[in-house]
């Protein structure tokens, strides 16, 4: 059983930064692939970005790219997502979540969620 506490969501301006934080509680976390999603209200869910087990192989959705970066510290049991030059369109409820193995584009391969944090970015 895995538990995953997000945090450093909040309101920004355009262009600004900020780092997502996801806690995970358990056992064995360097053996899970982690993933962040957004939703943003009247949109499907969305992968963000994706991180194998060990940190070696990362994924960025092409909106991203080049502007967020997904890293992990296993001995923490932590990963990260770095948001910089925000725009308004990242605007959405921030989720990271967990899956055994390799991690997945595919949102109903993951096993375990966080409860989300909130990016609101001001034009």
């Known amino acids: 059983q895995v538990q995953l506490v997000e945090s450093g969501g909040g309101l920004v301006q355009a262009g600004g930064s900020l780092r997502l934080s996801c806690v995970a509680s358990?056992?064995?976390?360097?053996?899970?692939?982690m993933g962040w999603f957004r939703q943003a209200p009247g949109k499907e869910r969305e992968l963000v970005a994706a991180i194998s087990y060990l940190g070696g192989n990362t994924y960025y959705a092409d909106s991203v790219k080049g502007r967020f970066t997904i890293s992990r510290d296993n001995a923490k049991k932590t990963v990260y997502l770095q948001m910089n030059s925000l725009k308004p369109e990242d605007t959405a409820n921030y989720y990271c979540a967990a899956r055994w193995g390799d991690p997945s584009i595919s949102d109903n391969r993951y096993d375990y969620w966080g409860q989300g944090t909130q990016v609101t970015v001001s034009s």
């Open positions: 358990g056992r064995a976390f360097s053996s899970y692939g």
